[in-house]
Structures are given as structure tokens and as C-alpha cells.
């Protein structure tokens, strides 16, 4: 970390600055130039937040030169992470998709889906049991009983759940989850990520909407500094001006968070777009950069099916998404 | 709510659809025109998702018509909402000052700066004790001990006690807290607001970094929703592009809110502009624009506080910012 | 295009907007429901401005119903726009890469690397003459040299040249150039787009930094109000709050403007990412999910060329690169 | 400036930099720690572009220490600049308002609203003749003929006129316009910035839409580095996602701007916010923070304006909202 300081600084200042400093352990390079004094910290800053560097009065500039995470950093970990899920293995050169409906509405529903989408080889079953929903009027998902419409699922196809947690009082219904999501709103749920880190589940974290990349990857770490290193992360499109889709996928995020983690990097184009006939152009474009996987909203009947509607693809578009998406793969980013 | 349906739909989705919005007792109205079918739905649209309806095949625009969120709509409720605190009274024209530091340290630093911004005329004192950060090594905040250490403070000077909780674990925690603070990341933390909405403490609740003004009302009606109507909104800066300020303050949402909602909003000056000298000018500009009050970052020995520094002010420039703001409150807009 | 009214809104007010309207020759449906009325018009709605008809007193709402760029729409152009320069075509299912440095430095410069491209299959030459720089101090490009430089390189290799303009006045030395470029930073300079609807050369029209789609299509309308019907989108990444890429680029704006529009839609992966090995993945999903082409930046002389460094690829690694798009083309999304 | 060097970089790449970074004779401080090699450079670093410098292989990071601008920086010339139009004092303690119709209509309408806001107290007149509209098919404004209305109005009232120019090639017509005034969307436009750098008027620089306070102040340097210092800066508001105002009045930009520069600051509420109820709530706002004055959209008939409606004032709001101003100005941060 180097720090700028402010011109015309007190000498008292610098002293209390230049001793806490040392206090925490960091070896300090001084060196005072015409217009300004820089100082150079050597050791773990890891433990200090740049706002808080910045917010002392003497400082005028803070830059990290090492990265402030470091289970995930690729620098420490050069291989790949692969999270493995039942038969399916995320990361490390392994594509899998992860298929399902926006939530779970009924056994008869969430079965016909999950055979259907096993079929075409999806190799996870999604679906929402806790929505998180802007509106309290809304509804809210069938929480504690969509979870058990989800283990019927695993039991009749095989296929391992993924599915969303909202809260940390609800974990011990997610015994039996075999990847639990963090939602978007929730990836700064700090409470909730220490917990995650004490389970040995694999965690789906999914980049926050206005989140950066360095701040996805502080998310991970809190899992990771937890024990748990099966974390897999989820660009599921970020806020901007643009009103025509619901979010816009940053997709350049994918190779960028490749080159700096080990982790699997997998691609939600549902949600991100928020429109069903732009899911196939954006799963080959995700795969044609190098995403580990996707995850995709698959529903059996459209017009009935109010939580998600345009977002999600019948099965049969499923399919033949499916069978693009492994033609390309040939031909992808390595 | 307006249904703008896409040309060339099929009868059979235009009867689903109708029928549908008919099983959920909706008065329907459908006007065919030339190049389009407007559909206006009349009736309680309060737990339709604007997203979900127009992710829906048929549908090409959605828009609302009347607000989603009734509680805090000051239409339903024309006159302010005035939350009371002990001896301080927040909206209705009352103008209250809640100070305090960033962290709480130790018994000393806290009883001083307490009695210290009394004097000065704050009705509140703040300080984190459960302190959310990006990195998991960075120092989360002396939690339980820093909830003692604020009893101790309110028993010394009366003040009530404002802090922000991080989970619905940590609830039995603030028994004695006298306002529950929810911070910009935890704004749309679903779960922790129901819960809040069960209890009778009011809730001083921060707009989320990139959330808008319908978002914050949204998360509003949820605490109201579960029967707590002492909600105090924050307008505490928005994420934009610019880097020289840590946030960006956006004080037109003042006027708007209480033009839209009956309850008290007041502003953050400090954690919005991360600087302590736009704090001043940043407080009497909330004033000037009608804000019923503020919260400010104030702390007795900054250049050892290393969790605000910039952004705090000292005791003395905070006595000179509370006179100042007094002498501009005749001239504010109401 | 749809207006919601106020409530309570005085009946002079209504006459007057509906009489307004009337001279304006579009025919009115006035829809008056318990809550609000609702007024539907039908016409060419194009002249009305939504921001202007949002900020009278008595209307609460504006939705518009069909799109306000009609030359570029393609509801009324179904066939794919096809632009002819030299041999490359553009649009229609044919896949053109521009490339060539960032900016013209020297003829050696030039002309080596634009017989480099031309061997790797790029299809037209890009370089800068006229550099638009945030400092006034930075170096401004070679200007009217560069231009001629573009010329040299042209005669010796027959690629067509694709260069930017900054002004109007500047028309005259662009005669001989194939593609003019308008920037990012001019994607609003409506005088300029004006001037270049009257000419018959092919435009190379760039989004801005923070535009919409919509604010895209409707700069590509005004150059083809003025008859000049050869404009070529380009995609180029759009500001958000991520700092590790310069910019972020919309991949899902590729296939939403194939819908939208008739006209061709290229993919500048090199500004978009700032960063020269996200270059390669980028292209390769731009490719994927259906854009009509690349613009690439490439330089034969990375560590000396400083204006573009780690953006540009060397001739090599855009050979690699042509080689691997092309390969990828046959599963890309049609 | 400070260059973060690339762990592992080639020693060829590192003595190319160094040699061309002392062929610009800069003074370099090298500095090799442990995990990353520091560059420091000593002298006028205004012409190295950060993108540029960041974008080179060996680069990790680059912070600026100095500002790049020069002219417009208080650093180099304390004492406020004061921009003297006819009797109207811009900056140095007076505070002045620039009011008037969005658009030039007709004579009648312009001279009775100046004379009108000239009562209340505005020290200059504004009025669009050239309008920057995102529909070609929008009315562009009176041109010419609007220009000569506000010569009449100036005739009759003795007010300075303030309007807006669109292109280089329109100056001839604003020889008798008192403050020119380059739109948000031109405040990138450099060749129309160097011409009017040229010139001898005062301008009147708005903020673009997505711009930094830092490129704002670039825009403004390039107008004096041609020479004319007598640029007004002007914050209109920022681009947002917040949807309920047009833009985002970001007035922490007042005080900031104030201790960067010398130049006068002005704030314009009416396009920031689009809501006529909101001007005199964040004209007071600007006013308590420190602005150097207000520029307003008024209008004497609004019912039947078009171009501006709810965003404009009747001549009775405007001389309430003038004396409320000046009551608070007293009381405003200095």
C-alpha cells in the first residue's frame, strides 16, 4: 500500500502516523519528494480499509498495490478451484449448466422440469423456495415447504439443488441444500457470509448489483476466512442507465476474475437481462470468454408462470441451448 | 397499473392474461387502439411485481399508476409522522441532531464526545458497535462490548442511543437501544426488516448505495407492513461516478420524499462525502432543503481515530456546525 | 404513446392539453377511470419529446408505446442493412474486423501494420488523426498529417480507412477517407450528426459513455433524417462504478439491437476493456452472441506506442485472434 | 505522478520506460521494495494521460499527485475569480441569477419575462435559441431568429444575455451574446472548448451528465489554455438511477469545486431535478453550500410551454423564490 500525503503537513501528524503504522508491524519506505511525501508500506495490509487510509487528514492518496484478498487470490493458488456437487464438477475446465424455475411452485412442476432439464443435460436443479421481493405484498415463495418440494426433486432425478438463503436463523432447513445461494442483495450480508464460512456447503455467491469485482471477491473471502473454500461465483448483470434489460451482464468480468481467483466463475443470463430471447445469445457469449457455467431459468409453462414469465425458457428452447452452448464450447476462451 | 401488450399477441395469452388479473379481482379495463392494447388494471396493484408483469410474453410496457407502497404513503396518511425519543422528537417540523463517534472505543472516548455533542445541542448520540466491512480482517467493531459502552454513555448524559444492527440474531442485543439502525447494505435485507417490523423501537433506516427513492419507500412499507410505524429515512449518498466525494449526496430526494411520504427523513453528511470539511456546507444545505435533521460523525481526537478520521469532525467544529445550522433553520424551505 | 394525468387536475388545464394536442393532428383516446385518466394518442408521435410532455403540470406519467426512430427501426426496414465499402461488407450476415493502431504515428508505422492486418483477413484499417484527449496538454493526434498518412496507407494496401472526426469544419480533409468515425464523447453532437446525414459516406457511429440504447438508435436517426442511410453502430463499453476495466462493455446490447434495428452493430472490444488479453475473449463472445464485426486495436511496437499500450495487440496476437473468431463464427448465434 | 510497477516485468521494458520517460525530462524516483517497483516523476505531468501511462505493459497502477490542471487550480491562483458581465458580478462573494425561458418563443413572451425577472432582482437573462434535442424531429429552437429576440430583450431591458451554442460554426452569430454557454453534452466537444478558448466572452461550462468534477475541470482548462479565463462553471446534475428526478443535483460538488478552483460556480435546479416544486427547495440548498449563484427556467404562461413545463416557474414563484434566497444568503456557508 502507498500513501500520498497531504503537502504541508504537521510534523506531529506525520510522527503519530509514521508510529501507528509501525505499530501494526508494517516495514515503511519514506521518501519525500519536491511536492510530496510518499510512504511505502511493506507487510499484510490486508487489515486495513483504503476509506479509512484516505479519511486520515494527513493522507491525500491511498493505492493498494497488493490485493486485499487473499484465500481467493489466484496469486496464492495458482490451480484452478473445482467445486464438486454429486456427479457435477464446477471449475477446472468442467462446464455445467444449472436449470430450473424462478421458484418452485408445485411437486408436479418442479419434477417435469427437472427431468426435463436433466434430459438435456443440465447437471443442477434450481429453484426458489425464499424470494426476496421488493414488495412485503408480494409473494414471498413457499419457503420451508418449497424446500421440501426441492428434496423430492433430488430424490425422483438425482440432479443436486441449488437454492437461495435469506437469512442465517433459516439454515438448519438447508441441511440437505447441496449448493446454497447468497442473492445479490445479500452479498454484502457480512453476518451472513461469516456463517457460511463455518459450513462445509458449497456457496453460489452472486455479484451484488452495484458491486465491483474487488468487492465480489472481499464477499468470497469472508466465506473462505471462514474454512470454507467451495465458493463459486455468479455475474448476474450490474446496474446501469440502460433500461431496455433488466441489468447489464459484464461479461468481461469473466476472464478479468479468471486471471485474479482459482474460483469457478459461472454466468446467470436470466436475470441479468430479464428477457428470454436474450438468454441464448448471452449463454454462447459467456461460454465463447471462458464461464465455468450457467444458470438458467427453465419453466414448463410460460404463460402461467407469473414470477418469471419472459425471463424463462420453455424446455424445449432449453435444449436447444443446451446443444449450442456445448457446440461452441470447442471453440471458447482458454 | 397500465398493461401496454405487444402487437400480434395470440388470443389464447390475451385470454390468459385476462383471466388471470380477473382470479386476482382486478377491474379491468382494455382499450384496443390501432397500433396497440392498453389494459388498465384497477384496484389494490400493491403485491404485483412491475418486473415480473413485464417479463411476462404478451406484455410490452408496464407502468404504475399509483404507488406501491401504502403505509408510508403520505397520501393515505397526509399528516408527518413525528418519531419520539425520549426527550428528542424527529419530523413534524421538529429538527433534531444525532451525533456521536463512527466506532465506539472505549468508555472514555464515547462519555465525552456524549457529553461534549449535548452540550452542543444533539438529541441523539450515535456509535457503531457491530460495524459492517468489506474485508473479513478489518475490525468488525467491539459488538457486544460496544453496546455496553453505550448504556453506560446514555445512563451518564440521558441521551438516547441510535446503532446499527447487523443480523436478526443480534435483536435480544438492543433491548435497550432506544432508535435500531439499518444500514445502506442491510436496506433491502428482507428478513431483517419483518423482523424489525415486529418490534416497537423506530428504526432509522439508510438508503442503500444504489437503491432509488421508490426502493427506500418499498423497504419502508416493509418494517410498517409488520405494524412498527416509527420508521426515519436517511438520505446518506448515492454510488455515482464520481471519485472525489466517497458517495454523492443526493439532497433533491428531500423535498421529493416529503412530498411522497408522511414520515421523517433526515441526512448523513458525513459517511456521504467521506470528507469532513463538505460536512458543514452539506448540513446546511439538508436544512435549507427542509431535512428534519441530521446524523454527524463527531470525534474528540482524530487524528488517532482511525475508523473515521476525515470524515469526523471535531467537538468544536461540530458546536460551531449545530449554531450555524440553527441560525439557517428560520430561512429553510418547508 | 400513453400520458397518465395527475389527479385533481383543473379542467382549463385538460382543455387546453387536449385541445393542444388536437392541432397537433393526432387522435385521442381519453380513458377516465376511478383513479386517474388516462389519454392514448395515436400518430406519429415522434416530434413529442417524453421529458417535455413529463413536465407538464398535468401529466403525471409518459409511456411510449412505438419507438421514436423510425429510419432505424427495424419494424418498417425487416432486411438486415448491408454497408458496402471497397470489398468489405458490413451488416447482413457478413463479419468485417477493422484494425490498425490507435493513433497514426509515422508512415513506417502504418503501413507495416496495415499489411499486417490486411494478411490476418482485417477487412478495413483504423488509426487516429485527430485524438480527443481530456487534457488540452496531451498530445492531440498528427491531425491533417495523419490523415494523409491514412491515404499513403490505403494506396499501398487497398484496405479502406475508417478514421474519427471532431468537428465539422474538418469535413474537407475527410474526402477521401472511407468510414467516418464519430466518438463516443460526440454521440450527441446533434450539429455534427446533422452535417454527416448530408453526406454519402458510410459512419461509424460509437455509443456514448453513459447512453442508452434508445439515445444510440435516436443519433443514428438524425444522421439518416438527413438521407445518409450507411450508419454502423458500434458498441464500445459504457461507464459503471468498475474500476479494473475501463469501461464495460454491453454485450446483450448486441442481439436487443439486431431486434430493434436493421442497421449493422460492431463491437470495439480493445476501449471497451482497456486491457490487451481481455481483448481476445471479448471479441470471441461478441462474436458468439451475433454482432457483425470487430474494431481492434493493434500495434507492432507495443512498449514504444504510447497511446495505447496494453490495449493493442501485437500483428501476432491479432492474427492469432482473426483465427480463433473465425473459427468460433459457425456456432455463434444467428 | 506515481507509477506502480508490474511484479516480473523484463528489464528492456523497465530501461524503455525510464529512457522515455527521461526524454520528456522528467526527474524519476525509483524505488524497488520487496513485492512491486515504484516510479515517482518530478515535473509537469500534465501532458501524460493516466489511461495512457496505465495501459502500458508494465504498468500496474498510476496515481497523479499534482492536479492535472493547471489554469483552473486555486493551488496556483488563491484568490476567486470574478467574472464581470454588464453590471452582474459572477463569483468573489456576489451572488447572482441568471433567469428565463427555457426556449426563445416569440418577443412578446421573452421581453415581458425579462422584465419580469429583472424586477425580482436576476442580473442576467437566459434563453435557448440553439436546442440540443435527442429527436431530429424535435423542434430545434428559433436559431437565428432566436438570437435576435434576446438582442431585443437585451435592448429593452439592459439584461446580459446568457444562451447556448451547438457548433464552432455558429459563433458568428453569438457576437453580441454576453455569456456563451456550452450544453452537458458538448462539455466534451475539445475543437469547440480550443475555439472558444479564443475568444473573449465569458462562458458558461455545464457539467456533463456522467462527468467527473475532475473532467469538468479538464473542459474548462481547455477554454484557457486558448487564453479567455472567464469561465462559469455550472452544476446541473448528474446521471443517476434514480428515476424520479431527470438528474441528480449533486451540490457536494460546490464546496468541492470551491476549494479546487478560483472559478465562479453556479447551479442550475431546474434541469437537474425537472420538477417545478423542487427548484426553491434546491435553490436554497445551493445557496447554503456556497454557490456562487442560480440559473432558473421561468416562464409566464407554463400551461402553454412546451419545452419546458413543469420544470419552469411563473414570474410570481421566481420573485418569491428570489427573496427567500437572498433572506437565507446570510446564513449560507462561506
Same mark, same amino acid.
Given at each position: 500500500?502507498?500513501?500520498?500525503?497531504?503537502?504541508?503537513?504537521?510534523?506531529?501528524?506525520?510522527?503519530?502516523?509514521?508510529?501507528?503504522?509501525?505499530?501494526?508491524?508494517?516495514?515503511?519506505?519514506?521518501?519525500?519528494?519536491?511536492?510530496?511525501?510518499?510512504?511505502?508500506?511493506?507487510?499484510?495490509?490486508?487489515?486495513?480499509?483504503?476509506?479509512?487510509?484516505?479519511?486520515?487528514?494527513?493522507?491525500? =492518496?491511498? !493505492?493498494?498495490?497488493?490485493?486485499?484478498? *487473499?484465500?481467493?487470490?489466484? $496469486?496464492?493458488?495458482?490451480?484452478? @478451484?473445482?467445486? /464438486?456437487?454429486?456427479?457435477?464438477?464446477?471449475?477446472?475446465?468442467?462446464?455445467?449448466?444449472?436449470?430450473?424455475?424462478?421458484?418452485?411452485?408445485?411437486?408436479?412442476?418442479?419434477?417435469?422440469?427437472?427431468?426435463?432439464?436433466?434430459?438435456?443435460?443440465?447437471?443442477?436443479?434450481?429453484?426458489?423456495?425464499?424470494?426476496?421481493?421488493?414488495?412485503?405484498?408480494?409473494?414471498?415463495?413457499?419457503?420451508?415447504?418449497?424446500?421440501?418440494?426441492?428434496?423430492?426433486?433430488?430424490?425422483?432425478?438425482?440432479?443436486?439443488?441449488?437454492?437461495?438463503?435469506?437469512?442465517?436463523?433459516?439454515?438448519?432447513?438447508?441441511?440437505?441444500?447441496?449448493?446454497?445461494?447468497?442473492?445479490?442483495?445479500?452479498?454484502?450480508?457480512?453476518? =451472513?457470509? !461469516?456463517?457460511?464460512?463455518?459450513?462445509? *456447503?458449497?456457496?453460489?455467491? $452472486?455479484?451484488?448489483?452495484?458491486? @465491483?469485482?474487488? /468487492?465480489?471477491?472481499?464477499?468470497?473471502?469472508?466465506?473462505?476466512?471462514?474454512?470454507?473454500?467451495?465458493?463459486?461465483?455468479?455475474?448476474?448483470?450490474?446496474?446501469?442507465?440502460?433500461?431496455?434489460?433488466?441489468?447489464?451482464?459484464?461479461?468481461?468480468?469473466?476472464?478479468?476474475?479468471?486471471?485474479?481467483?482459482?474460483?469457478?466463475?459461472?454466468?446467470?443470463?436470466?436475470?441479468?437481462?430479464?428477457?428470454?430471447?436474450?438468454?441464448?445469445?448471452?449463454?454462447?457469449?459467456?461460454?465463447?470468454?471462458?464461464?465455468?457455467?450457467?444458470?438458467?431459468?427453465?419453466?414448463?409453462?410460460?404463460?402461467?408462470?407469473?414470477?418469471?414469465?419472459?425471463?424463462?425458457?420453455?424446455?424445449?428452447?432449453?435444449?436447444?441451448?443446451?446443444?449450442?452452448?456445448?457446440?461452441?464450447?470447442?471453440?471458447?476462451?482458454?
Amino acid at each position: 500500500m502507498i500513501l500520498v500525503l497531504n503537502e504541508n503537513y504537521e510534523q506531529k501528524q506525520f510522527d503519530n502516523l509514521i508510529s501507528w503504522l509501525k505499530s501494526k508491524d508494517f516495514e515503511l519506505h519514506v521518501s519525500k519528494g519536491l511536492e510530496s511525501t510518499v510512504v511505502g508500506l511493506i507487510g499484510d495490509t490486508s487489515s486495513l480499509d483504503t476509506d479509512m487510509m484516505e479519511s486520515l487528514d494527513i493522507v491525500k =492518496l491511498v !493505492k493498494r498495490v497488493s490485493e486485499p484478498y *487473499k484465500s481467493a487470490n489466484r $496469486k496464492f493458488h495458482p490451480l484452478d @478451484t473445482v467445486v /464438486e456437487v454429486g456427479d457435477a464438477k464446477i471449475g477446472g475446465g468442467n462446464f455445467s449448466i444449472i436449470a430450473g424455475p424462478c421458484s418452485v411452485e408445485s411437486e408436479q412442476q418442479l419434477c417435469s422440469i427437472a427431468e426435463s432439464v436433466k434430459k438435456s443435460g443440465a447437471g443442477l436443479l434450481r429453484g426458489g423456495a425464499f424470494k426476496p421481493r421488493t414488495s412485503p405484498y408480494a409473494f414471498q415463495g413457499l419457503r420451508q415447504k418449497g424446500i421440501d418440494l426441492l428434496m423430492a426433486a433430488k430424490e425422483k432425478t438425482g440432479l443436486p439443488i441449488v437454492t437461495e438463503i435469506m437469512d442465517i436463523s433459516h439454515l438448519p432447513l438447508f441441511e440437505n441444500v447441496d449448493v446454497i445461494q447468497v442473492g445479490a442483495r445479500n452479498m454484502q450480508n457480512f453476518e =451472513l457470509l !461469516k456463517e457460511l464460512g463455518h459450513t462445509d *456447503k458449497p456457496i453460489l455467491l $452472486k455479484r451484488g448489483l452495484s458491486s @465491483t469485482i474487488d /468487492e465480489l471477491l472481499m464477499s468470497a473471502e469472508y466465506i473462505m476466512a471462514g474454512g470454507n473454500e467451495k465458493v463459486i461465483l455468479c455475474e448476474r448483470g450490474i446496474r446501469t442507465f440502460e433500461q431496455k434489460t433488466r441489468n447489464t451482464l459484464d461479461l468481461s468480468a469473466i476472464p478479468l476474475l479468471k486471471s485474479l481467483t482459482h474460483l469457478p466463475i459461472i454466468v446467470d443470463p436470466s436475470h441479468a437481462t430479464g428477457i428470454a430471447k436474450l438468454v441464448e445469445p448471452m449463454s454462447l457469449a459467456a461460454a465463447a470468454c471462458g464461464a465455468d457455467g450457467l444458470i438458467i431459468e427453465v419453466h414448463n409453462d410460460p404463460p402461467h408462470a407469473l414470477c418469471d414469465g419472459q425471463q424463462s425458457l420453455t424446455p424445449e428452447a432449453f435444449d436447444d441451448l443446451a446443444n449450442k452452448v456445448r457446440a461452441i464450447l470447442p471453440y471458447a476462451y482458454k
